[in-house]
């Protein structure tokens, strides 16, 4: 069973659209999404949902992280909905809730790549499980480990310490951006001021960067940063 609180540390920075023509279920539940997510958007039926869709994109230049969809619903169903969205999105994450006598859609479902299902009627102990296995599937697929518990998620931008969030700076996360854009490759000094600090500070200052560099160390594990004769730097990953 997931707890709500354990459940809200890894799902809080997420945007949902949750598409649902029962009125009592979609307020009741979207009061719980908007509990959990940063943005929960709502829409009654499978037109309303795939505007909301486009729409959303064409404001932010990006997809909701999750969209939460019921199966009988108005002028497009959730089958036809899902079929719409994966082929604007095929990495989109999609949840489909289904009841007992909607079996006869999975197949469907299940065949044009949807995976994540809540049965009808919900529970609370099902939604939060449900919801949890698909933040978590984020970090599986964007994450970088550095062993004793530290991660990156490379889509949130956010380091941390099993579930506990660190903080780090907006320098700091452009920093371990570069290293991770090439696992293999150890970057110069001259490279990482270009990288962060060009718009800036034009003139190349090595104990800005060394500042810099030993402050991510710091939040990092031992030996997590590569300083090769403190000329330039990488990643140690071999310790995960």
Do not use: W
Request: one cysteine or more; aromatic letters at 12%.
């Amino acid at each position: 069973m997931t707890n709500f609180k354990a459940l809200k540390k890894i799902s809080k920075d997420f945007t949902l659209l949750f598409v649902e023509d029962d009125f009592t279920l979609r307020n009741q539940t979207a009061k719980i999404f908007s509990n959990l997510f940063r943005l929960v958007d709502t829409a009654e039926n499978g037109k309303e949902g795939l505007e909301s869709f486009n729409n959303y994109f064409n404001i932010t230049g990006k997809y909701y992280d999750i969209v939460v969809s019921d199966i009988e619903m108005p002028y497009i169903n959730g089958i036809e909905l899902s079929r719409r969205i994966l082929a604007i999105n095929n990495n989109q994450k999609i949840v489909i809730m289904s009841a007992y006598d909607d079996k006869e859609y999975l197949l469907d479902l299940i065949k044009i790549g949807i995976e994540c299902f809540m049965q009808k009627p919900l529970s609370t102990d099902h939604l939060l499980d449900t919801m949890h296995k698909v933040c978590v599937s984020f970090e599986d697929e964007t994450s970088t480990s550095f062993g004793n518990g530290y991660y990156f998620n490379n889509y949130l931008k956010i380091l941390f310490h099993n579930t506990s969030r660190i903080n780090i700076s907006y320098n700091e996360t452009m920093l371990l951006e570069l290293l991770l854009s090439d696992k293999t490759k150890k970057f110069t000094a001259n490279e990482i001021h270009h990288h962060i600090y060009d718009d800036i500070q034009e003139t190349f200052v090595k104990e800005t960067v060394d500042s810099l560099i030993q402050r991510l160390s710091n939040r990092l594990p031992d030996g997590s940063i590569i300083n090769d004769s403190n000329i330039a730097f990488g990643l140690n990953l071999s310790t995960r």
